[in-house]
């Protein structure tokens, strides 16, 4: 169990264990990878395993005394999440503010190969997690409490993962974030003074310009104007949309291609670096702020400094143009070797 107790005086919040916390982590244990298969009894019975079976694909779930073989991605509660729905801690208010961390946190398993990476996996077992991730996007939204979905990769154990098995997160929170809900507010004033949607317009700029690094029939990534990493890019589909879940099969293909040919790109240029990467979508509530949805990846190449922690002011001493051209010509040649051109 997790509280959100929120700052002396501004509106930051932060989840910190609850007093009745039982640490209940089970992660490697005796070797054994509680993501493998033939290891499912050592995590929550799944919510959802999909199984490839004669070209269709079959949405399962395992139930009281038996469990989904041969899925080929698999979600299931976490067994250390960072919200719940079944809190016991309860609202304070004075002298300081806290409330419990209410939510749903669950574990996409990306792939039953415990040495496959994100980066070398087939486009077509990209194309089965992005279909499970759609399908538990939609489910959750449909959920009580449930204001935000928050979709996120931690690759490597120095940027947050707990196993080296490919693995998704999926978090739900009862309030927007203070990143989504920047976005959503730059976007709407933008939208207000300009007329056209910010994102939109970025595209058209960040289009064959220096700073592209790949484009696919309907995404296009380039490393942004103001990079906070050396190395970050940015995925945005083309046409204007505000959520993943309303993407399309074929979308969703296409996006497949671009995960697989970036991050393989990315893994070989930067030899394997660890990284994050995050889902911004536009929070679903009737009436709320739009963004044009997108994906983030920060590679972890350097260490955060007094300056960024404790002013908030970024130093990035890789010129974003020049991170576009090493990733770009590395990302070109994983996009031909993966459609067969040579
Ligand atoms: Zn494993
Ligand atoms: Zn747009
Ligand atoms: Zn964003």
């Known amino acids: 169990m997790k509280d959100l107790r929120k700052d002396y005086v501004l509106d930051r919040f932060v989840v910190v264990p609850a007093a009745s916390n039982r640490v209940e982590s089970r992660d490697i244990v005796d070797g054994k990878c509680p993501y493998c298969p033939g290891n499912e009894s050592m995590t929550s019975p799944s919510v959802l395993s999909l199984v490839a079976q004669d070209g ?7 139930s009281e005394d038996s469990v989904v073989d041969g899925w080929s991605v698999r979600v299931f509660e976490s067994n250390d999440p960072v919200v719940s729905t079944t809190s016991s801690s309860s609202y304070s208010d004075k002298p300081l503010y806290s409330e419990p961390a209410f939510g749903y946190h669950q574990i996409v398993v990306s792939t039953p190969d415990h040495k496959q990476g994100f980066q070398n ?4 077992q990209w194309s089965n997690v992005l279909v499970v991730v759609q399908d538990r996007v939609r489910w959750l939204y449909t959920q009580k409490g449930v204001t935000y979905v928050a979709i996120y990769i931690n690759s490597g154990i120095s940027a947050g993962a707990k196993t080296p098995h490919s693995h998704m ?18 976007a709407h004033r933008h939208m207000n003074e300009n007329g056209n949607c910010p994102a939109c317009s970025m595209i058209s700029v960040e289009s064959s310009g220096p700073r592209q690094v790949l484009a ?3 995404f296009l990534s380039f490393c942004p104007w103001a990079s906070t990493y050396p190395y970050e890019f940015w995925i945005y589909p083309k046409r204007h949309v505000t959520s993943f879940s309303k993407i399309t099969q074929k979308e969703i293909s296409d996006l497949a291609l671009m995960l697989r040919a970036t991050l393989g790109g ?4 930067l030899d394997g670096a660890p990284f994050n990467l995050v889902f911004h979508l536009s929070p679903e509530k009737k009436n709320s702020r739009q963004i044009h949805w997108h ?3 920060y590679p972890l190449t350097g260490n955060i400094s007094g300056l960024e922690r404790g002013f908030g002011v970024s130093v990035n001493n890789t010129r974003p143009e020049k991170s576009a051209e090493v990733l770009g010509s590395a990302c070109r040649k994983e996009l031909a070797s993966l459609v067969g051109i040579t």
């Open 56 to 62: 269709m694909l079959q949405r399962l779930s395992d």
């Open 121 to 124: 996996m087939t486009v077509e």
């Open 169 to 186: 997160n999926i978090v739900t929170f009862s309030a927007i974030p203070p990143i989504i809900e920047l976005e959503a507010e730059g």
């Open 216 to 218: 696919t029939d309907n």
């Open 266 to 269: 990315m893994s070989k240029a």
């Open 295 to 297: 994906i983030e990846v």
